[in-house]
């Protein structure tokens, strides 16, 4: 299985982050990826950009070296209800939305419940393209609830390599990727880079998947025609004049 696009990457524009984007796209290139999510983290996260930098990435072309630029965010789920940290005049803008819990912008000792929730919340909003890292340990909800809400309401389910490196969070990727198959959800792969090094490489997920003898046509970013073509329902083009 090869994967064509790495739709989860961050920059030095959250201060967590380590890599230029000039030197993502560079690192993507090399590893001869077709397509490269811009994703920085929205407000809510503590070293996040300024709002500005998700009004302002009309000034990024959308090819640079070859690589397809998918301008978009890492949006936070602030509470049991589904709420994100960008407003819809603000998503608007963007090509890419993921939706993510992250510890620090989410509710304090919330449970399965709460977690189940907020992710139902999300399937609501028409704005949200990925459900991100959500096989994160302190974050459990009913899998067997959502995943098939994931597919229904056109939510990708992401196989996120830096969550499984965590094996605390590898048994909860393994069982919501198992479900993703029996109930046909689509998923994509990402990165989750850090680090312009992290780029395009996936060997945690690949592992996993084959594994579990995950059907490769349900990975939409595991064949070209598959990726644009999704993308391409989104309004999203793969060469835009």
Known sequence: MKIIADTH???????HAYSTLLENIRQAAQAGLECLGLTDHAPAQPDSPHIWHFM???????????VRIL??????????????????????????????IHE???????????NTNAYLG???????????????????????????RFRESG??????????????????CVEIASLCKKYGAPVIVDSDAHFALAVGRFPAAMEMLAEIGFPQELVINADSDRFWDYLAQKGIEKNPK
């Open 122 to 148: 999300v399937c609501e909003n028409p704005y949200i393209d990925v459900i991100g890292h959500s096989g994160r340990g302190h974050f459990r909800y009913d899998y067997h609830k959502l995943i098939p």
């Open 56 to 66: 302002n990435l009309s000034v990024i072309p959308p090819v640079v070296e070859g």
């Open 104 to 114: 620090p912008c989410y509710l304090k000792n919330a449970s399965e419940e709460d």
């Open 71 to 100: 301008k978009g965010a890492e949006c936070n789920i602030l509470d049991q209800t589904g709420r994100i940290d960008l407003e819809p005049e603000v998503l608007k803008l963007l090509e890419w939305r993921i939706a993510s």
């Open 9 to 15: 990457t961050h920059t030095i524009a959250s201060s």
């Open 155 to 172: 939510k990708l389910v992401e196989i996120n390599e830096s969550t499984l490196r965590n094996p605390d969070s590898r048994k909860n």
